[in-house]
Nanobody
């Protein structure tokens, strides 16, 4: 069992930056694929970024490429989402997710993840 707790959300002006953190329980968290998703009011949950375990390959939604960066600190059982050049359309609740898959597997579909955090609100003002 893995428990995920996000932090780092808040209110920021357009063009600003935020760094989200997701702390996980479990000794084998380093062997989980991780991802970030977001959900805006009235919209479905959408993929933002994903990272493998082992290869640390990454994948990003087109809307955030070049602005967001996903990374992990296995020693701290934490996955991060660095968000720069934020736009009002980035406003959403952000969720981290994890799933136990094979080495080097990128997971981008929300239905493929087994564990979810409670979410953290990110609000970008114009």
């Amino acid at each position: 069992q893995v428990q995920l707790v996000e932090s780092g959300g808040g209110l920021v002006q357009a063009g600003g930056s935020l760094r989200l953190s997701c702390a996980a329980s479990g000794r084998t968290f380093s062997r989980y694929a991780k991802g970030w998703f977001r959900q805006a009011p009235g919209k479905e949950r959408e993929f933002v970024a994903a990272i493998t375990w082992g290869t640390t390959s990454t994948s990003y939604a087109e809307s955030v490429k070049g602005r967001f960066s996903i990374s992990t600190d296995n020693a701290k059982n934490t996955v991060f989402l660095e968000m720069n050049s934020l736009k009002p359309e980035d406003t959403a609740v952000y969720y981290c997710a994890a799933t136990y898959v094979g080495w080097g597997s990128l997971v981008t579909g929300p239905h493929e993840y087994d564990y979810w955090g409670q979410g953290t609100q990110v609000t970008v003002s114009s």
